[in-house]
């Protein structure tokens, strides 16, 4: 077996505890963040993309709030729409 099949099959095999119970909804953090709202700063960033994103997949979070400021003539209204673009939102209905 070439040895990155190895590697990657060992990286697997190392997260399937985490994705057992993110499956069933009953890690840490899916239950600190049940029936909350959240407050994200810098969520237009890269790891608040990744933050949101997984926020929406993974926890039952009732409301996420997202400040943005203008950033290279692009308007924070913009940079919001960008975002929801980019994650992963088919069940979000979101308010700018």
């Known amino acids: 077996m070439d040895p ?3 590697l990657m099959e060992e990286a697997k095999a190392r997260q399937k505890p985490i994705l057992e119970a993110a499956a ?3 890690s840490e953090i899916q ?3 049940s029936g909350t709202t959240a407050f994200v700063t810098g969520g237009t960033g890269f790891l608040g993309k990744l933050l949101i994103e997984k926020l929406i ?8 709030y997202v400040i943005s400021r203008l950033k290279k003539g692009i308007s924070s209204k913009e940079r ?4 929801l673009k980019d994650c992963d939102t088919n069940n979000v209905q979101p308010e700018v």
């Not at 997949?57 to 996420?64: E, F, G, L």
């Not at 919001?80 to 975002?83: G, T």
Request: charged share 40%; aromatic share 10%; with cysteine.
């Open 31 to 33: 239950r600190f963040f």
């Open 4 to 6: 990155a099949e190895v």
């Open 57 to 64: 997949r993974s926890c039952d979070v009732k409301k996420i």
């Open 80 to 83: 919001i729409s960008a975002l």
């Open 24 to 26: 069933r909804g009953d």
